[in-house]
């Protein structure tokens, strides 16, 4: 009884788990793509296959006949699990079945897949008729008593899709090159039991546009890999896939892709990417063609009205030469070099002509291709004037569709009218993360806030738009992260909700740095983009936050918080993750921290040096440090991280804006004033109520007097503030000083409470110090300052003045008559050795605050 009722719990436990894996895949499909953890170390689970185990890898077996992008992209999985496990799988191509094999291919494509079908061990449900979708499963294996690991896709996307599932599950991030993302070891690997369906993205092409590359992408791609050429290109075409997105707009500031390196389109087909160019950018052909070509073609003139015959001529020779590859073909004109179309002299005029452009373009397209002009994917894009054209009733063939745009800084512009006729064509979104143009271009760091992002993209999706997903990412580097969430979004919209948002962070960071520091680095990621998208590097300077206020103070204390605590993680991290920590977090957010830190101080010489203040020429160098700070960082990003692996990819300008474009000169240090002294003996400061309080630095005086061969002096730094000032040498007498202090006061009051504090000093003179205070010296009263304070009572409850530093002394003074709210305060010190902090008039609004409060506004 007792073996016949363990193998009875172990056939339910097979069932419930098998029955647990796909009821949570499906719930998973629904609602967070595809989540779902499928891969466990653990060997005892009940129905699992091994992909490896102790050792030894199962093969990976494929048909002859296999498509070519899928063939390559299981080299990439022999390799992924060479790279976890130590082991390299075998890969077979023949009929004869081995004990445990992963099987991968294609419906319809691959005679095993369908062979599977037939037999009943595989279901179509999930791939017949449908687009880029992937089912992974475990089956019996037919001819042994043991599994196998299918890989099914409906077409070659989708099988290539489910491959790199696979390897994401095993522990190789998409972003395992391009962000050296460690791929996590594992010594066992087993695929728990049960059917795990992608099903189908909800938004059909889904890319990517590298633009704005120069100076950091270009020049990185020329160091590192020669040019912008074909073996770049393969690992954004892996990247891609990895992320299950198909589609690529190429660099395009001077670079033609089909001209400047041949195998650029063929490397494209064999990793299996759809490609297509840029919004201006019709019928295949880069702008840099024409200007590489366009002395061959009639008067040279980029103008349809002057030259049609001869732009007819360029665009079908592009056309003909990319025919047989896969093109999502960009349709219609705009002027050359991405400007405004020739004007013919009325909107009505225009969009005629450009009605002309586009169906002359498809009889080019249907003449090549031989085919009904629907079986080649076609889009036109409403970017720039050219919406204006649409909105005037331009008419769209019904197979093209229609690319909407976002006003280049992640607000969409136009979507279609719910109630009015759908265009049968579909929709697209242009979206961007990068702009280089007005009304300042955003290039260096990532600005994007993620909620932002989704809170547009939801409402994009929400209105029907879901033909076309691209995102211009600029140099790619350093906008991962929205990168990475926009193609998470295109392909299932609806899992993300405002409840599971954060959840997306925590997700990316526990992929690029474990589980263990995912938290903190969620966080901190998060704070920086919000920091980021309140203005972008490129437009913040020292007058865009209230320095007055003390408003400029809080947000740069907040990045330099945040600093601290990605710094502190970058020490946390293990040595594994600090290549992909530095480039994600940390440089991002030590970079932006130092520009405010910049800019603040910046801000702050300005004031002072318009006061005449001598602590001007501080905020100075503190500035100029920044800015050297600033390239410091910059190098260390270049040659540092990963060996220079990424090196100049930081080259961009990011400093020193004056127009929308960036200063050809390279940063520039921004302008900051040194006091000369004799300059800072002139002009006192003149305080203003705030609050229903006066608070007052002790070296912020209105006027001194000093007794001869004695000097009022700063002491920096001093106190829990700013710094104090005292009456030296203390060896001499102090008959005849003073120092005043000028304020104004809202309203008429008779009298006011005062705050003095002075240093923590000890009567070291018999008597101890006195100091006298007026408005008024008919009404002055004499403060004594330490005189109760003996060696005992300097340590006790009632006198702690030497654990605290400082002494409180409250006093309060009657004020004059008939001063329109105009006052001065003098202290004429009556021994040395007084050392004075701060003052503080109380109004009616003083709050007990460890530092006495802040210091009050103030005139110079």
């Avoid at 059917?195 to 990517?208: F, L, N, T």
């Avoid at 865009?544 to 003390?550: D, R």
Wanted: charged residues 25%; glycine residues 6%; neutral net charge.
């Amino acid at each position: 009884m007792k073996n016949k009722s363990n193998l009875l719990f172990k056939y339910i436990y097979t069932l419930l788990i098998s029955f647990l894996c796909i009821q949570n895949i499906g719930i998973a499909q629904q609602t967070k793509g595809l989540s779902v953890d499928i891969i466990t170390e653990n060997k005892n689970d009940a129905g699992i296959f091994p992909i490896v185990s102790d050792g030894k890898a199962s093969s990976i077996r494929y048909d002859m006949g296999e498509l070519k992008q899928v063939i390559r992209a299981i080299g990439d999985l022999q390799t992924d699990i060479e790279n976890v496990a130590g082991v390299k799988p075998a890969v077979v191509t023949n009929s004869n079945m081995i004990d445990f094999e992963i099987i991968v291919g294609t419906l319809g494509v691959s005679r095993t897949i369908d062979q599977l079908v037939s037999s009943k061990k595989l279901k179509t449900k999930d791939l017949k008729g449908k687009w880029e979708s992937f089912v992974i499963t475990v089956i019996d294996n037919p001819k042994a008593n043991q599994k196998q690991l299918v890989i099914a896709g409906s077409d070659k996307r989708g099988t290539i899709f489910g491959i790199y599932e696979l390897s994401r599950q095993l522990g190789v991030s998409p972003w395992h090159w391009w962000n050296d993302v460690p791929i996590k070891k594992r010594n066992n690997a087993y695929v728990l039991p049960g059917y795990y369906s992608s099903g189908e993205p909800k938004v059909k092409y889904r890319g990517i546009f590298i633009n704005d590359e120069e100076p950091a992408f270009g020049t990185w791609a020329r160091t590192k890999f020669g040019g912008i050429n074909s073996k770049m290109y393969a690992r954004m075409f892996e990247l891609l896939l990895r992320l299950r997105a198909n589609y690529l707009w190429p660099a395009m500031w001077g670079k033609a892709f089909n001209e400047d390196d041949e195998l650029n389109p063929k490397v494209a087909d064999e990793y299996g990417i759809i490609m297509g160019t840029s919004h201006h950018e019709p019928m295949m052909r880069a702008q840099k063609e024409w200007g590489n070509h366009r002395k061959e073609y009639g008067n040279g003139e980029w103008n349809y009205h002057t030259n049609k015959e001869a732009l007819l001529k360029f665009w079908e020779d592009g056309f003909r030469r990319n025919v047989n590859y896969d093109n999502l073909v960009t349709m219609g004109m705009r002027g050359d070099g991405d400007e405004p179309m020739h004007d013919l002299g009325s909107a009505e005029a225009n969009f005629k002509q450009l009605e002309q452009i586009m169906q002359d373009q498809r009889k080019i397209i249907e003449k090549v291709t031989e085919k009904p002009l629907k079986n080649t994917p076609q889009m036109w894009a409403l970017y720039s004037e050219v919406l204006e054209y649409y909105d005037q009733g331009m008419k769209v063939p019904d197979d093209v569709i229609i690319l909407l745009c976002d006003d280049n800084w992640g607000n969409v512009r136009r979507l279609p009218d719910l109630s009015g006729k759908k265009h049968p064509g579909g929709y697209g979104m242009y979206y961007h993360v990068d702009l280089h143009g007005a009304p300042r271009a955003y290039q260096w760091l990532n600005m994007t806030q993620i909620p932002h992002m989704w809170e547009q993209l939801q409402l994009t999706y929400s209105y029907g738009v879901d033909k076309i997903w691209i995102l211009n990412v600029g140099d790619l580097k350093p906008n991962e992260y929205p990168m990475d969430f926009f193609l998470n979004m295109a392909w299932n919209p609806t899992s993300f909700t405002q409840d599971n948002l954060q959840n997306f962070s925590l997700k990316f960071s526990e992929e690029h740095f474990g589980k263990t520091q995912a938290k903190e680095a969620a966080e901190i990621i998060n704070l920086y983009c919000k920091y980021n998208a309140r203005i972008t590097a490129e437009m913040l300077d020292e007058k865009t936050y209230n320095l007055q206020s003390g408003e400029f103070l809080q947000v740069r204390d907040a990045y330099l918080s945040l600093e601290m605590r990605a710094l502190r993680q970058f020490m946390e991290v293990d040595d594994t993750y600090k290549n992909t920590y530095k480039q994600l977090v940390l440089h991002p957010v030590r970079a932006m921290a130092n520009l405010y830190d910049m800019y603040y101080a910046v801000a702050m010489n300005h004031k002072l040096a318009r006061e005449k203040d001598m602590k001007a020429n501080y905020w100075a160098d503190h500035a100029d440090e920044c800015f050297a700070r600033d390239a410091t960082y910059t190098k260390d990003y270049n040659l540092n991280i990963s060996g220079g692996k990424w090196n100049h990819m930081m080259d961009q300008t990011h400093i020193g804006y004056k127009s929308w474009d960036e200063p050809r000169e390279g940063n520039i240090k921004p302008t900051v004033y040194r006091i000369i002294s004799e300059e800072s003996k002139t002009g006192g400061y003149i305080f203003e109520e705030k609050n229903g309080v006066v608070a007052m630095e002790a070296e912020h005086f209105y006027e001194t007097k000093a007794a001869t061969k004695t000097k009022w002096t700063i002491i920096p730094d001093l106190g829990r503030t700013l710094s104090g000032i005292g009456l030296m040498p203390y060896t001499e007498k102090t008959d005849g000083s003073a120092i005043t202090y000028q304020f104004k006061l809202k309203a008429n009051s008779s009298e006011v409470k005062i705050h003095f504090f002075f240093d923590s000093t000890l009567p070291f003179k018999k008597g101890g110090q006195s100091i006298k205070v007026y408005f008024d010296r008919n009404n002055s009263k004499t403060i004594g300052i330490n005189q109760e304070l003996t060696w005992e009572k300097n340590y006790s409850k009632m006198y702690p003045a030497a654990a605290a530093r400082i002494i409180e002394k409250v006093e309060t003074l009657t004020l004059p008559a008939a001063q329109n709210g105009n006052y001065t305060l003098t202290l004429e010190p009556l021994d040395p050795g007084i050392v004075l902090h701060k003052i503080v008039i109380d109004h009616g609004g003083y709050e007990e605050t460890y530092l006495k409060m802040d210091e009050s506004p103030y005139n110079r």
